[in-house]
Nanobody, 120 residues
């Protein structure tokens, strides 16, 4: 499966963005999808993940309540709704796919990232 994250941009603090992770290839609906981010000079961190069915979702503790992950298997797309954005949310956001998924970095397939910049 090939993944492409898009929807990033420059926003002011307090505003919202919705990122999309579009997939190509077969069996998208059988993969869990995770979102990760990496800020300049920092390590990549887990943001959120969703099971293949969409029934299970996971979030980094610091992001619960502001970020929401969802998926549309018919469109082969996973979304990350980000609300009340803060300057510290500035990072490159990546999506990844795996047959297991969850809160881990062990995802088999990674897409290119999309830049999110939050100005104060």
């Amino acid at each position: 499966v090939q993944l492409q994250a898009y929807g990033g941009g420059l926003v002011q603090a307090g505003n919202s963005l919705r990122l999309s992770c579009a997939a190509s290839g077969h069996a998208f609906s059988s993969y869990a999808i995770g979102w990760f981010r990496q800020a300049p000079g920092k390590e990549r961190e887990f943001v959120s993940s969703i099971s293949w069915s969409g029934t299970s979702t996971y979030y980094a503790d610091s992001l619960k309540g502001r970020f929401t992950i969802s998926r549309d298997n018919a469109k082969k797309t996973v979304y990350l709704q980000m609300n009340s954005l803060k300057p510290e949310d500035t990072a490159v956001y990546f999506c990844a796919a795996d047959s297991v998924g969850g809160i881990t970095f062990r995802y088999a397939f990674w897409g290119q990232g999309t830049q999110v910049t939050v100005s104060s």
